[in-house]
T-cell receptor, first 114, second 112 residues
Framework: DAMVIQNPRYQVTQFGKPVTLSCSQTLNHNVMYWYQQKSSQAPKLLFHYYDKDFNNEADTPDNFQSRRPNTSFCFLDIRSPGLGDTAMYLC?????????????FGEGSRLTVL | AQSVTQLDSQVPVFEEAPVELRCNYSSSVSVYLFWYVQYPNQGLQLLLKYLSGSTLVKGINGFEAEFNKSQTSFHLRKPSVHISDTAEYFCAVSDGDYKLSFGAGTTVTVRA
């Protein structure tokens, strides 16, 4: 049974047209993460929520926003996508904030900006 | 923040042959080490992790890794690979905060 579900799996959008990616989890984990993974590169952390506390990475572009309305759901909003935002976006959860535990990943949302 | 170096970007290997994927990390007082696997068009799945204790860690699908503190390495091995092991493998490290730093990945292609 899927525990971290991302929608949509594939999204094509036009340059500058806003897009929202969603993530839901059935694990009741308190930490949720968004990673960006470009082709043949390592996943790069964009931001994470520890419960309702939002933590933005210093180099995450202002173009990227996130919302977590409740424990189960988290959204990634890209306000004005550029060609360079074409990537796989991975949502992950963990039970604790420190990394003695495991991250559980969704299958990813592959975004293509034309 | 930690940095992770995966020394091989591509590893071709024949079925039933052994494979070793190399990973080095920047030194720290204490680290937690992970290997993740990513199959095509899927998310990442944990293979194994080192938190403390025995330096030889066994994971799923017959993989194991050895933590070597003096060499700051955490190499992944499997004695006999299958076609189904074709995937991308990521080494990751944390020094206990929320941030997991990933290596650039190693693509393993298993050939019959």
């Amino acid at each position: 049974d899927a525990m971290v579900i991302q929608n949509p799996r594939y999204q094509v959008t036009q340059f500058g047209k806003p897009v929202t990616l969603s993530c839901s989890q059935t694990l009741n984990h308190n930490v949720m993460y968004w990673y960006q993974q470009k082709s043949s590169q390592a996943p790069k952390l964009l931001f994470h929520y520890y419960d309702k506390d939002f933590n933005n990475e210093a180099d995450t572009p202002d173009n990227f926003q996130s919302r977590r309305p409740n424990t189960s759901f988290c959204f990634l909003d890209i306000r004005s996508p550029g060609l360079g935002d074409t990537a796989m976006y991975l949502c992950a959860t963990s039970r604790e904030g420190g990394h003695t535990g495991e991250l559980f990943f969704g299958e990813g949302s592959r975004l293509t900006v034309l | 923040a930690q940095s992770v170096t995966q020394l091989d970007s591509q590893v071709p290997v024949f079925e039933e042959a052994p494979v070793e994927l190399r990973c080095n990390y920047s030194s720290s007082v204490s680290v937690y080490l992970f290997w993740y696997v990513q199959y095509p068009n899927q998310g990442l799945q944990l293979l194994l992790k080192y938190l403390s204790g025995s330096t030889l860690v066994k994971g799923i699908n017959g993989f194991e890794a050895e933590f070597n503190k003096s060499q700051t390495s955490f190499h992944l091995r499997k004695p006999s690979v299958h076609i189904s092991d074709t995937a991308e493998y990521f080494c990751a490290v944390s020094d206990g905060d929320y941030k997991l730093s990933f290596g650039a990945g190693t693509t393993v292609t298993v050939r019959a």
